[in-house]
């Protein structure tokens, strides 16, 4: 296996608040890559950092073997890169069926592609995630899960080979959870994605990926099989607690 991505001394300051830490992982073409930790852990800063929504105060990110660090996000998008952001992020005025399609025309570079063109590589994503009978309602007037299932289908629409996924289950009730995980599962096999995926639902991860990384405070406190990392003491002092396992 290779290193599609690897971070290296990963740092972000926010004022006094040191919310990555000199964080180093990779991440290897093809596998699932779970990443857990507390609420304020530093997860989500980690994909910001990552995707190039927000600068590094130290450190290298390396993608497909061009240093990225310095790059902006639409530069990571071109090269290969989509993520979902833990709160859907909406065009709340603009249809289903426009939000994707002008993800694929942004994802592409293809300024020149023809919107038919364009439209129907999008409603193809809005059929793969359930999307395709909502392609003409707003995304003010979609359920949260819709919402979801429309980042996914706009992730999708820049052909990725990275996806960084931001806790898909949250905020969704016990079935679209379930649905949600499944499309994801769906979505890597079918896009042949490499998925680096935060989540707090530790059976979701146990099952679904090949390696989980968990972080305290901007650090890593472990990395190994899913087995490994959730029998690991030190996570589970930090993170699991001792009786995770009746919850999970
Ligand atoms: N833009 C920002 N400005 C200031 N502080 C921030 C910013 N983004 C995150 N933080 C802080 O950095 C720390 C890490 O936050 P982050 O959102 O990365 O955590 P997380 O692991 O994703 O948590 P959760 O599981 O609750 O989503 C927190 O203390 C948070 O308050
Ligand atoms: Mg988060």
Redesign the pocket.
């Known amino acids: 296996m290779s290193e599609i991505l690897t971070v290296q001394n990963l740092t972000?300051r926010?004022?006094g608040?040191t919310?990555?830490d000199g964080l180093s992982f990779s991440i290897q073409t093809g596998e699932t890559l779970g990443f857990i930790?507390?609420?304020?852990?530093?997860?989500?800063?980690?994909?910001?950092l990552m995707s190039g929504y927000?600068p590094a105060d130290e450190g290298r990110i390396i993608f497909d073997g061009t240093d990225i660090t310095n790059k902006k996000a639409h530069e990571r998008a071109h090269l290969g890169i989509a993520r979902t952001y833990?709160i859907p992020r909406p065009f709340p005025e603009m249809s289903a069926f426009m939000s994707v399609t002008a993800a694929v025309i942004a994802g592409k570079q293809r300024l020149n592609q023809s919107f038919e063109d364009a439209g129907g590589e999008a409603t193809h994503y809005l059929e793969f995630v359930g999307l395709f009978s909502k392609r003409n309602i707003l995304a003010r007037d979609l359920t949260f899960y819709e919402l979801r299932m429309l980042e996914l289908a706009r992730a999708l629409a820049t052909t990725p080979k990275l996806l960084f996924l931001?806790?898909v289950m949250?905020g969704l009730n016990p079935g679209e959870a379930t649905r949600a995980v499944d499309m994801v599962v769906r979505a890597k096999e079918q896009f042949a994605l490499t998925v680096f995926w935060?989540e707090?639902v530790m059976a979701v991860l146990i099952e679904a990926a090949d390696r989980i990384i968990a972080?305290h405070y901007?650090q890593k406190l472990a990395e190994g099989t899913p087995e490994e990392v959730v029998n690991n003491d030190t996570v589970i002092e930090a993170y699991l607690g001792k009786g995770w396992k009746q919850y999970a």
């Open positions: 972000k926010f004022g608040l919310a990555v930790g507390p609420n304020g852990a530093g997860k989500s800063t980690v994909v910001n927000l833990q931001d806790e949250a935060i707090h972080i901007g």
